[in-house]
């Protein structure tokens, strides 16, 4: 058992809630608390109904997720939105969400994570947002395809399964830059609308964009790689579980529900 609020104060500090700005309907921190005690932490990336049911039945009273209650702004709170709060509220469920805050943090963050599992050297960031750079940029560890000659060490395609083995799943490729690559920018979940960023690197890794993104990589001679918004940002929120499980004793699990996108 440990308490709500140490756990909330640890947190808050080591991702620095306070200190990175984010969108306004993320809402980081605390959205919603219990009697003051967790015995058991769930991690998801979406504070969804479905999620916070599955929360109710493994037992959790704390429920962290990357995706918050209040994404999509102010609602009256009737339908699936009542629906959720008041079944968290009579499990005795919290509710605590980081969104920015953990995309970025250097150990533990879905960017440091996936590149981690890519073979990827995080050498700086890019892709600003409100003063602060939201994106990695790294190399890439020498790939087994790689001709000694070249100085890109790593195979497009081989660098298409490294992600496809991360994320558990399919991961679309536009071939349009150097067939071997060494320079990457990677920015997990949506970030595929700012390919324009990614210019003058060999590959743009990120979770989903819109259409136009193909065209535009195409155009800039970018290999572009979309590996899918909800399993590029499952990393961060299993690590956190993971953290909260050394930290504090309690027991945790990843609760799973791909959206396919």
Same mark, same amino acid.
């Given at each position: 058992?440990?308490?709500?609020?140490?756990?909330?104060?640890?947190?808050?500090?080591?991702?620095?809630?306070?200190?990175?700005?984010?969108?306004?309907?993320?809402?980081?921190?605390?959205?919603?608390?219990?009697?003051?005690?967790?015995?058991?932490?769930?991690?998801?990336?979406?504070?969804?109904?479905?999620?916070?049911?599955?929360?109710?039945?493994?037992?959790?009273?704390?429920?962290?997720?990357?995706?918050?209650?209040?994404?999509?702004? *102010?609602?009256?709170?009737?339908?699936?939105?009542?629906?959720?709060?008041?079944? *968290?509220?009579?499990?005795?469920?919290?509710?605590?969400?980081?969104?920015?805050?953990?995309?970025?943090?250097?150990?533990?963050?879905?960017?440091?994570?996936?590149?981690?599992?890519?073979?990827?050297?995080?050498?700086?960031?890019?892709?600003?947002?409100?003063?602060?750079?939201?994106?990695?940029?790294?190399?890439?560890?020498?790939?087994?395809?790689?001709?000694?000659?070249?100085?890109?060490?790593?195979?497009?395609?081989?660098?298409?399964?490294?992600?496809?083995?991360?994320?558990?799943?399919?991961?679309?490729?536009?071939?349009?830059?150097?067939?071997?690559?060494?320079?990457?920018?990677?920015?997990?979940?949506?970030?595929?609308?700012?390919?324009?960023?990614?210019?003058?690197?060999?590959?743009?890794?990120?979770?989903?964009?819109?259409?136009?993104?193909?065209?535009?990589?195409?155009?800039?001679?970018?290999?572009?790689?979309?590996?899918?918004?909800? *399993?590029?940002?499952?990393?961060?929120?299993?690590?956190?579980?993971?953290?909260?499980?050394?930290?504090?004793?309690?027991?945790?699990?990843?609760?799973?529900?791909?959206?396919?996108?």
């Amino acid at each position: 058992m440990a308490a709500l609020a140490e756990i909330v104060r640890f947190l808050d500090a080591e991702l620095r809630i306070a200190e990175i700005p984010d969108y306004s309907g993320a809402m980081n921190g605390l959205q919603l608390q219990n009697d003051g005690t967790v015995t058991r932490v769930a991690s998801a990336v979406d504070a969804s109904l479905p999620v916070i049911r599955k929360a109710i039945a493994a037992g959790a009273d704390l429920l962290v997720v990357h995706h918050g209650m209040f994404w999509q702004g *102010a609602q009256p709170l009737t339908g699936a939105f009542y629906q959720k709060i008041r079944e *968290a509220m009579q499990a005795n469920l919290a509710i605590y969400s980081v969104h920015l805050p953990l995309d970025v943090h250097p150990q533990w963050g879905n960017n440091a994570l996936l590149a981690k599992a890519i073979g990827m050297t995080v050498t700086g960031t890019f892709l600003p947002y409100k003063g602060q750079n939201v994106g990695v940029t790294g190399e890439m560890e020498r790939g087994l395809q790689s001709a000694p000659s070249t100085p890109a060490p790593l195979h497009r395609d081989e660098l298409r399964q490294r992600l496809e083995t991360a994320v558990g799943g399919p991961v679309l490729l536009c071939p349009a830059g150097p067939e071997f690559i060494q320079t990457v920018g990677l920015c997990t979940g949506g970030a595929g609308s700012e390919v324009a960023a990614a210019r003058g690197l060999d590959a743009f890794i990120s979770g989903e964009g819109p259409h136009w993104s193909y065209p535009l990589a195409e155009e800039m001679g970018l290999n572009l790689y979309l590996a899918g918004h909800y *399993a590029t940002e499952t990393f961060g929120v299993r690590q956190l579980g993971e953290v909260l499980a050394a930290s504090f004793g309690i027991e945790t699990s990843f609760l799973d529900h791909p959206t396919g996108l």
